[in-house]
């Protein structure tokens, strides 16, 4: 089979990588790619959101298969132009990729179906939003209406914080033509979890649930980024909440996919905070996350391919998938500056990397004299163990062994969810004592 990759990020990476080792495919191309992907893969400088420079390629390399993975394109219609071409394609269609591309679309989507949501205002004018969150209880969360490379939400503990966001998403245009409208959430507590889940529109088979670290600093601390590091399985989400969101959240969401005459395929994210009055959808994504996709991957024993064909042939139902009972651990290496300001073209040193760790190229660029740094996420170090405390300890030992002027690191990827394991067993002890 010829295979085409849309993307270039760590996601891309972990996904070709593991579809490069699939025996059937004897090509595989991705556009554009990145520098660690070009080792295994024919990487082309077509952009991802380039829709006439994709149909350009397809022309002069006929695919058997896409495999559309970042946002933009599939909001701008990527898998739509590929289908219409007589590829058929991994992701969501234009219309059902609004779950993500809109979040008033899908607040409006859970409100009108009754899924688990927080309680939610959208606006189109400052004014009308600034008179709303003057009498808002705080905190409040004020969101981008559009993408915003996952950036465009705000946690605000007062009005003055409020302001600030709206400020900077409606007349400052942070993020362009995406804050022309927000949403300003009601703001929830407990564990966050993300879960991603194949889907044919009819069927839905989630894969293993994981916890996304997405601001710069440790502890939850400064801005938010595209995620710094990502720990599988969730501790805390328990067989009892899986059946729950199953339940409540995901066949519920499939169904009024459906329902709206814009039915889901490909892979559907589910970003979760399980509160006290239970589950409950923070977001939806329309692809696989990033770096979420390169920590579950190594935990999906059933072949990837297969499922991706599956969501597009509707046979899902009759698709394995098949998840480890082992653990992963993600740990980002970051440039200095990063999600602001940072440089590139710094030279990159890999060294010997230990039994079950390995290296995801996010933003990296292959010169004569090696890899240098491309990006804001540059690498993503993944250990994958029989337990949650020696995934983390291999990944941390893995960065060691990597380094480049200016790396930044978060050094607490895990630790919240170690830390309730280690509660959690020192309760039950105590509870058969």
């Not at 946002?71 to 219609?77: I, T």
Request: glycine fraction near 12%; charge should be negative.
């Amino acid at each position: 089979m010829k295979i085409l990759v849309i993307g270039g990020g760590g996601r891309e990476y972990g996904i070709a990588k593991r579809l490069s080792e699939d025996p059937r495919v004897d090509k595989l191309y991705v556009l554009p790619g990145n520098g660690g992907i070009s080792e295994f893969a024919e990487c082309f400088d077509v952009k991802a959101t380039d829709l006439d420079g994709v149909r350009d390629f397809v022309r002069e390399h006929p695919v058997d298969f896409a495999v559309v993975t970042p946002d933009d394109p599939l909001a701008l219609g990527m898998a739509d132009l590929l289908r219409g071409m007589g590829v058929p394609c991994f992701g969501p269609s234009k219309a059902a990729a609004r779950i993500e591309a809109s979040k008033i679309f899908s607040k409006n989507l859970m409100m009108k179906y009754s899924i688990p949501t927080a309680k939610a205002e959208s606006f189109d004018s400052f004014a009308a939003a600034s008179l709303y969150i003057a009498m808002a209880k705080y905190p409040v969360v004020v969101k981008a209406d559009g993408l915003a490379l996952g950036k465009g939400v705000f946690i605000c503990r007062n009005h003055h914080e409020a302001v600030n966001a709206l400020r900077e998403l409606m007349e400052d245009r942070l993020f362009g033509a995406s804050g022309e409208r927000v949403l300003v959430e009601e703001f929830l507590e407990g564990p966050e979890v993300t879960v991603l889940a194949f889907t044919d529109g009819r069927t839905i088979k989630p894969m293993v649930a994981s916890m996304d670290h997405k601001t710069a600093g440790e502890g939850g601390t400064g801005p938010n980024t595209g995620g710094m590091g990502v720990i599988a399985p969730n501790p805390f989400y328990t067989e009892e909440a899986a059946a729950e969101c199953m339940e409540k959240i995901f066949l519920p969401t499939i169904r009024a996919m459906e329902e709206e005459g814009c039915p889901f395929t490909g892979c559907l994210y589910f970003g979760l905070m399980l509160t006290k009055d239970g589950p409950k959808v923070i977001e939806y994504n329309c692809r696989f996350g990033d770096p979420e996709a390169q920590t579950v991957l190594p935990l999906l024993e059933s072949n990837l391919l297969d499922a991706m064909l599956a969501t597009e042939e509707g046979t899902l139902d009759r698709t394995p998938v098949v998840l480890s009972n082992r653990a992963a651990c993600c740990v980002v290496l970051a440039s200095g500056g990063y999600p602001g300001k940072y440089e590139k073209g710094k030279p990159i040193t890999i060294g010997k990397l230990g039994e079950g760790v390995h290296i995801v190229h996010a933003g990296t660029k292959k010169t004569e004299d090696g890899f240098v740094t491309a990006g804001g996420r540059v690498l993503n170090v993944i250990a994958a163990a029989d337990s949650l405390k020696e995934a983390v300890a291999a990944a941390y030992e893995g960065v060691l062994k990597v380094g480049f002027d200016g790396m930044y690191v978060r050094r607490d990827i895990g630790r919240a969810a170690l830390d309730y394991l280690d509660e959690k067993k020192a309760y039950d002890l105590l509870r058969r004592s």
